[in-house]
């Protein structure tokens, strides 16, 4: 039995249409970046032309400050980067749940009349514009805030993160909350479950995995942004670093930096490995 022939295009085959729509988002997008590099001053010869005060900069931190005062100095700033990390999405996430709950928007219309959609409505519309309050403001911003009103240190930068944490964390909550599959739920509530029981023992146990490995990104995150904060004086090693380069002691920075990023990379693989572990 002959096997059927299978066409494939060749080389000289049919030209490809034109397309007034794809050529129209090419212009757009030419005329954006064009916008965009006027707007921005952009110019790579003038970035060529710093390169040696680059090199200057980088030859001076070598090699990096490894006496014992720098070292501890390290390590007392790496900590309290983690603690403020690590309680900002702690924080964040105790505070994103009940309003990612009071956000989600199936569990605010399902099985409810129109007065009552109207009613629920509200909690639900709140939440909401909370959420988008705590997080359109960057976690930087929110940290020059709570400076400015506690003053400098490792406090007002937690609160700063956990503010950030639970914005971002809410709305990524309601949104799993939402995608879990509704056949559980549908079968409480047909044999006589109230919604809360319903959310509580059919939408929120499939969506547990989702929050765990999405608080554990949130940490990833919010080691990152700690290590910033400390520029507006809100601890970390960021302060260190700040504090290292204005006495222009570039082997110290040097020190910090490194220790930074170590400590960034190992977090990172900490989270993904728990994370993966979680989808499965």
């Given at each position: 039995?002959?096997?059927?022939?299978?066409?494939?295009?060749?080389?000289?085959?049919?030209?490809?249409?034109?397309?007034?729509?794809?050529?129209?988002?090419?212009l757009a997008v030419l005329g954006l970046t064009g916008y965009s590099v006027a707007g921005t001053n952009?110019?790579?010869?003038?970035?060529?032309r710093g390169s040696g005060a680059a090199?200057?900069?980088?030859?001076?931190?070598?090699?990096?400050?490894?006496?014992?005062?720098?070292?501890?100095?390290?390590?007392t700033g790496i900590l309290e980067t983690f603690q403020m990390s690590f309680l900002g999405a702690l924080i964040g996430a105790v505070v994103a749940f009940p309003l990612s709950a009071l956000g989600t928007?199936?569990?605010s219309t399902v099985g409810a009349s129109r007065g009552e959609r109207l009613l629920l409505a509200v909690?639900?519309?709140?939440?909401?514009t909370l959420l988008n309050v705590f997080r359109s403001v960057p976690d930087i911003l929110w940290a020059l805030v709570f400076v400015v009103a506690l003053g400098l240190g490792p406090f007002p930068g937690t609160l700063a993160l956990a503010v950030h944490s639970a914005g971002?964390?809410?709305k990524l909550y309601s949104e799993t909350l939402e995608a879990?599959?509704?056949?559980?739920?549908?079968?409480?509530?047909?044999?006589?479950?109230?919604?809360?029981?319903?959310?509580l023992f059919g939408r929120l146990p499939q969506a547990m995995n989702g929050f765990a490995s999405l608080t554990l990104y949130q940490w990833e995150c919010n080691i990152r942004s700690a290590t910033i904060l400390g520029f507006v004086g809100a601890g970390g090693i960021g302060q260190q670093i700040l504090i290292s380069m204005n006495l222009f002691d570039y082997p110290k920075v040097a020190t910090l930096v490194g220790a930074t990023i170590v400590v960034v990379l190992a977090v990172d693989r900490f989270s993904a490995a728990i994370r993966r572990r979680l989808a499965y």
């Amino acid at each position: 039995m002959a096997s059927p022939r299978t066409e494939r295009p060749g080389i000289g085959g049919a030209l490809p249409r034109f397309s007034w729509k794809s050529s129209l988002a090419v212009l757009a997008v030419l005329g954006l970046t064009g916008y965009s590099v006027a707007g921005t001053n952009f110019n790579l010869v003038e970035l060529l032309r710093g390169s040696g005060a680059a090199e200057r900069f980088v030859s001076e931190m070598f090699p990096p400050d490894l006496s014992a005062a720098t070292l501890r100095a390290m390590g007392t700033g790496i900590l309290e980067t983690f603690q403020m990390s690590f309680l900002g999405a702690l924080i964040g996430a105790v505070v994103a749940f009940p309003l990612s709950a009071l956000g989600t928007r199936e569990i605010s219309t399902v099985g409810a009349s129109r007065g009552e959609r109207l009613l629920l409505a509200v909690p639900y519309h709140l939440s909401r514009t909370l959420l988008n309050v705590f997080r359109s403001v960057p976690d930087i911003l929110w940290a020059l805030v709570f400076v400015v009103a506690l003053g400098l240190g490792p406090f007002p930068g937690t609160l700063a993160l956990a503010v950030h944490s639970a914005g971002v964390l809410g709305k990524l909550y309601s949104e799993t909350l939402e995608a879990v599959p509704s056949r559980p739920v549908q079968a409480l509530t047909a044999t006589g479950a109230s919604d809360f029981q319903a959310f509580l023992f059919g939408r929120l146990p499939q969506a547990m995995n989702g929050f765990a490995s999405l608080t554990l990104y949130q940490w990833e995150c919010n080691i990152r942004s700690a290590t910033i904060l400390g520029f507006v004086g809100a601890g970390g090693i960021g302060q260190q670093i700040l504090i290292s380069m204005n006495l222009f002691d570039y082997p110290k920075v040097a020190t910090l930096v490194g220790a930074t990023i170590v400590v960034v990379l190992a977090v990172d693989r900490f989270s993904a490995a728990i994370r993966r572990r979680l989808a499965y």
